[in-house]
């Protein structure tokens, strides 16, 4: 199991209760938040990645934003295989070959900087089927099968 998201919640504020009453809620649950350090442009650690406390999770070093005021989060998860020997089908990204310089190039030259909508809805449209376009583009969606995923064993590269 595996939770992620920008919660808007300052984990790393030991005075902030909403992040004291997420504490205790992940720790009744028997889940562990992943992420150490800040994720936001303002310093603080938004973007979690949530698991059961006893599933192995290396996070990668984060880097400072750079296409949103949000850092992007990666992290290595170890999973078991599946215990059936169903040839059910995920679809997956590989982030670690998207090149960022040439995604944030496409993104300066994409209609949504080049000629900005004018009222906030239609920004708001714009920017999430350019972000989307720009995610298929440089990072497309790939089907594995689970008995690819098994034998390929790339839940535990490192």
Known sequence: ?????????????????????????LSTYGLLQHVRSATHR???????????DDQVVNVLPIDPPLLSDHSFVVAIVGCAPFASQSTSACQIRNWC????????????????????PD???????????MLRALVDNH????????????SARWFDRE
Do not use: W, Y
Not at 119 to 129: A, K
Not at 139 to 150: A, G, I
């Open 97 to 116: 070959e998207v090149d960022v310089d040439e995604m944030a190039a496409d993104l300066l030259r994409s209609d949504l900087i080049v000629s900005p």
């Open 1 to 25: 199991m595996v939770i992620v998201g920008d919660f808007n919640i300052h984990v790393d504020d030991t005075t902030d209760t909403g992040a004291s009453k997420l504490r205790e809620l």
């Open 119 to 129: 009222d906030l809805e239609s920004m708001i449209d714009s920017c999430n089927t």
């Open 42 to 52: 303002h310093g603080h650690t938004l973007d979690l990645l949530i698991t059961r």
């Open 139 to 150: 990072v497309p969606l790939r089907t594995k099968r689970s008995q690819e995923r098994r």
